[in-house]
C-alpha cells in the first residue's frame, strides 16, 4: 500500500493561494453558486483584509497560513497568523501572557489560526469534503510543529465549530468554552410572531423601543449588493471610526478595506442605515452566511434613543426572519442582547502551550472556567425574556 504523504506550506500572504483551491476547502458548500456557511473565511474576505492593510505590516497580524498538500492538490487551508499582541481576537489571554511573563517566559509572538477582528463561529481547519479526519490533523500538527520550530510558547485556534473543538481536543490541545449571544429562530412568520414568543412586559418594551427609534424624524434603509453604493461606505466609515476609537483606541479595518468590499464583498453584506435631512446619521453593517446573519458593526454622529437598538438587533431578526435564515450572531459581550431575544450560547477555541508547567496551570484554569461559563449560560438563560412553560404571560 502506497503511503500518504502530505505536505504543509506556509503562505506569508492570501495572494500566493489560488481563490480557487482555498475556497474548495473553505466554502465546498458554495459550489453551486449559494452561499458558503459564512463568509469569512472565503478567499475574498481574507484577501480584502490583507489588500487593505487591515492585516499585515505595522498591524501585529502576520499571514502565515497553511495548505495541506497531497498528490498535488490542496486538501486543507487555515488562516494563521503570527501575532505580537492579543488585540482583535475576542478570546482574551491577556492574564496568560502576564502570568507568564511574570514567570519569566515570553509570551509573544504567538500564532493565531483565526479570522482577524471576527468573533463569529465558524470553520477554521478548511477541508475539502471527505478528508475531515485527514485534513484537520494535517493543520494542527502543521500549526504546533510551526510554533515549536520557532520556538512560540502558543498556539490558539478561536471560534472555531463545537464539532472542530472535539477533534482539537482528541488531539492534545487545550478546549476552551466562552459564551455569546445570539438569536434563535423558531420558525416565526414575521417579526410580531416573534414577540408573541415573548412575556407580555419584554414585548411592550420591545415595541416601546422600536417606537422611539423610529421616531428620530428621518428613514432607515436596508442595503445589499448593488444597492450598495461607494457614498454609503463614506458615512459607514465615519461611523466606523467613531466607534473603533472608543473601543479600540484604533480602527481595526482601513478605509480602504471598504473599497474592497464595495467591489467584491457587497453580496455578503447587509448595511443598514438611518437618515435624517438628507444625511447618514448612523449605521449597521452585517455578513450574510447561507443560515446566519452576522452583526458587525456600529456608529453613528448623533445620539437618539434606542436607534442603536433597531439598526443592530431588531433590523436585523427581522431581515432573519424574511429571508429564513436560523440564527443572528450578534457579536461579542453585551448583556443587554439578552432582553432583546439574544440568547447565551457556548463558542470553543483550542490551544497549544508548550511549556509543561504552564499548560497545566492554563489546563486547570480552563477547568474552572468551564463550570462558571456552564453556570452563566444556564442562569442568563432563566432570566431571558421568552414565556415560560406553565407560567401566566406576564
Not at 9 to 29: G, H, K, M, Q, R
Not at 142 to 170: D, K, P, S
Not at 220 to 230: A, F, K, N, S
Amino acid at each position: 500500500m502506497r503511503e500518504t504523504r502530505i505536505e504543509i506550506n506556509v503562505a506569508t500572504s492570501l495572494a500566493e493561494i489560488s481563490a480557487e483551491d482555498w475556497d474548495a476547502c473553505a466554502c465546498p458548500e458554495a459550489t453551486d453558486g449559494g452561499r458558503p456557511l459564512d463568509p469569512f473565511t472565503t478567499h475574498r474576505f481574507l484577501h480584502a483584509l490583507e489588500a487593505s492593510g487591515s492585516v499585515g505590516p505595522g498591524s501585529g497580524w502576520a499571514p502565515r497560513h497553511l495548505t495541506a498538500v497531497m498528490d498535488g492538490q490542496v486538501i486543507a487551508a487555515a488562516p494563521l497568523y503570527a501575532k505580537g499582541h492579543s488585540q482583535g481576537e475576542f478570546i482574551f489571554d491577556h492574564s496568560w501572557a502576564h502570568a507568564y511573563e511574570r514567570a519569566g517566559g515570553q509570551y509573544y509572538p504567538k500564532l493565531q489560526l483565526a479570522v482577524p477582528f471576527t468573533p463569529a463561529t465558524g470553520r477554521r481547519l478548511l477541508v475539502r469534503p471527505g478528508l475531515e479526519e485527514m485534513g484537520q490533523s494535517a493543520l494542527v500538527q502543521g500549526a504546533v510543529q510551526l510554533a515549536a520550530e520557532n520556538e512560540l510558547a502558543t498556539a490558539h485556534i478561536t471560534f472555531c465549530t463545537e464539532e472542530e473543538a472535539r477533534a482539537g481536543a482528541a488531539m492534545g490541545l487545550l478546549h476552551r468554552v466562552s459564551d455569546q449571544f445570539h438569536w434563535l429562530n423558531d420558525g416565526y412568520a414575521d417579526f410580531d410572531a416573534f414577540l408573541a414568543a415573548l412575556s407580555s412586559r419584554k414585548r411592550k418594551n420591545i415595541r416601546k423601543e422600536r417606537a422611539q427609534a423610529n421616531a428620530f424624524g428621518g428613514r432607515i434603509v436596508e442595503l445589499t449588493g448593488d444597492e450598495i453604493e461607494p457614498a454609503h461606505w463614506n458615512a459607514f466609515w465615519h461611523f466606523y471610526q467613531d466607534t473603533g476609537a472608543r473601543k479600540w483606541g484604533t480602527p481595526y479595518l482601513t478605509r480602504r478595506f471598504f473599497d474592497i468590499a464595495q467591489e467584491v464583498l457587497r453580496e455578503d453584506i447587509l448595511l443598514v442605515l438611518a437618515e435624517r435631512d438628507g444625511q447618514f446619521i448612523a449605521g449597521a453593517l452585517n455578513f450574510i452566511g447561507r443560515e446566519t446573519l452576522y452583526g458587525r458593526y456600529w456608529g453613528c454622529v448623533e445620539d437618539h434613543a434606542c436607534l442603536h437598538f433597531e439598526l443592530c438587533y431588531y433590523r436585523a431578526i427581522d431581515y432573519a426572519i424574511r429571508h429564513g435564515m436560523a440564527r443572528v450572531e450578534a457579536g461579542a459581550q453585551g448583556q443587554h442582547k439578552l432582553a432583546r431575544g439574544y440568547l447565551p450560547t457556548q463558542c470553543h477555541s483550542l490551544h497549544w502551550i508548550g511549556d509543561p508547567g504552564f499548560r497545566n496551570a492554563v489546563e486547570q484554569y480552563l477547568q474552572a472556567e468551564r463550570a462558571a461559563v456552564d453556570e452563566e449560560i444556564e442562569v442568563m438563560t432563566s432570566y431571558g425574556p421568552f414565556k415560560r412553560t406553565g407560567t401566566e404571560d406576564r
